[in-house]
């Protein structure tokens, strides 16, 4: 099986710069000059640029539901805990109260990652120091155990967005850490590394044509066309990007598979991924289109080094599929040229 593992580190970089706006702002350009072994090198060093610029704009607060005794009434009285603690006894009572607290989850998530990459011996010395002089400026926030959980919980407004692309960073080191550190089979570690590119992958190719063109670019939910008003435990089709153009559009679908195309023996013909053909037919055949628009669909891959790879323009029922691959680990700017190009097919 031929693995989707070699995807230069600058390459990476550049995916997250495009995802992410954020690496546009001048304390990130000096990493774009620089050079990494490995994809850790860069997460830590993006985080050891990107905490301070949270810290020196002011670790985030929220109000949070604080309950204690006290023989100060603030807040509610709750009398159950009152009682349950005989905390009248030393002429206390159980008090319930909102308090404005950098003790929120964002926070604890940094603070928790920043004691991890302080011990962890995948971090060098130096760097390991800096991380653990950034823990005074989080002495208000609570000590957590570094989960992946935690970042299931996680929720983003217009105060808090700033810490996005640092959270989301937080979170692919630990797993490139935690996986480097664990005794995990190479398959586990590689079916990691390919949902968290994944993502990645998305977010990319959305932004790209977002910043690079002047398609309209959006990443609507489809609605599905039934005969009635039923709907119930259909499945959502979330799109990953949709251009259009002059009554043109393209719904597009990334993915980023260690497989891109399949055969049922070993030597066999290499064969289309069923399950993503009918997902981007079922896009267009549910797409509401207008009066003389044409609709289309793409499925871009991330090229593997397989020999095989998807690069296949089909006409079914009426509808142009076209089923292409990206390589990732040429140039950027001839990463570039081929998105552009890909796009040009339906559009020109």
Not at 143 to 163: A, F, G, M, S
Not at 165 to 194: A, G, T
Not at 259 to 280: D, H, P, T, W
């Amino acid at each position: 099986m031929e693995r989707n593992n070699h995807i230069p580190i600058r390459n990476i970089y550049y995916m997250l710069s495009y995802a992410y706006q954020t690496l546009h702002i001048s304390d990130y350009k000096q990493i774009g000059t620089e050079k990494f072994e490995h994809v850790i090198e860069l997460y830590s060093e993006i985080l050891s640029l990107g905490i301070p610029v949270l810290v020196r704009g002011g670790l985030s607060k929220e109000y949070i539901s604080v309950e204690e005794t006290s023989n100060v009434i603030k807040g509610k009285i709750d009398i159950n805990s009152t009682i349950k603690k005989n905390a009248l006894v030393n002429k206390k009572v159980a008090v319930v109260y909102d308090e404005f607290s950098e003790n929120i989850l964002l926070n604890q998530i940094i603070k928790a990652t920043l004691v991890y990459l302080s011990r962890s011996n995948m971090i060098n010395q130096k760097k390991r120091r800096f991380f653990y002089g950034l823990l005074p400026y989080f002495t208000e926030v609570s000590d957590v155990e570094l989960d992946l959980k935690l970042w299931k919980k996680v929720r983003y407004n217009r105060q808090n967005i700033r810490y996005q692309f640092i959270v989301d960073v937080c979170r692919y080191l630990y797993e490139q850490l935690l996986f480097d550190e664990s005794s995990s089979s190479q398959m586990m570690k590689e079916v990691h590394d390919e949902q968290r590119l994944s993502s990645l992958y998305e977010k990319f190719i959305y932004a790209f044509f977002k910043r690079e063109t002047k398609y309209n670019v959006s990443r609507p939910q489809i609605q599905w066309s039934v005969d009635d008003a039923f709907t119930d435990a259909l499945p959502i089709m979330q799109t990953d990007l949709v251009l259009r153009k002059n009554k043109k559009t393209l719904i597009v679908d990334g993915k980023f598979y260690t497989e891109n195309m399949v055969a049922r023996f070993e030597g066999g013909a290499a064969k289309q991924k069923s399950g993503n053909l009918y997902q981007i037919f079922t896009y267009i055949n549910n797409w509401k289109k207008e009066p003389d628009e044409t609709v289309a669909g793409m499925l871009l891959y991330a090229k593997t080094t397989a020999l095989n790879q998807p690069n296949h323009t089909y006409r079914i029922k009426g509808n142009q599929i076209f089923v292409v691959s990206l390589d990732l680990q040429q140039n950027f700017n001839d990463i570039k040229e081929d998105l552009l190009a890909y796009a040009n097919q339906f559009f020109s």
